[in-house]
């Protein structure tokens, strides 16, 4: 069993920038595919980007494109959400996830229900 934790929410001031990690305690993220997605009040969780455990391949919704970055250090076992330029549309709680994949598959994943792990959430507050 993999637990995640994020860490690095908080409220910001719009145009300002924050950066989410996600650590999984007791196992590695190496042959990891991780994702990140966000459920801001009244909506339902969104997909916000994804990352293949080589860190080769990348995807991010078209909202955060260009906003936001996703990567990974294998070296810390953590993933991270480079989040600039926020607004007020960014606020929600942000989730990271993880599926366990075969080494040779570089795949990302972009659907909530790929993922096995999730986090207990980190709030982001980006007032206007």
């Known amino acids: 069993q993999v637990q995640l934790v994020e860490s690095g929410g908080g409220l910001v001031q719009a145009g300002g920038s924050l950066r989410l990690s996600c650590a999984p305690s007791g196992r590695t993220f190496k042959t990891y595919a991780m994702g990140w997605f966000r459920q801001a009040p009244g909506l339902e969780r969104e997909f916000v980007a994804a990352?293949?455990?080589?860190?080769?391949?990348?995807y991010y919704a078209d909202v955060v494109k260009g906003r936001f970055t996703i990567s990974r250090d294998g070296a810390k076992n953590t993933v991270y959400l480079q989040m600039n330029s926020l607004k007020s549309d960014d606020t929600g709680v942000y989730y990271c996830a993880a599926r366990g994949i075969a080494p040779s598959t570089t795949y990302y994943y972009t659907s909530e229900y790929a993922y096995e792990y999730w986090g207990l959430g980190t709030q982001v507050t980006v007032s206007s």
């Open positions: 990352i293949s455990w080589t860190s080769d391949s990348t």
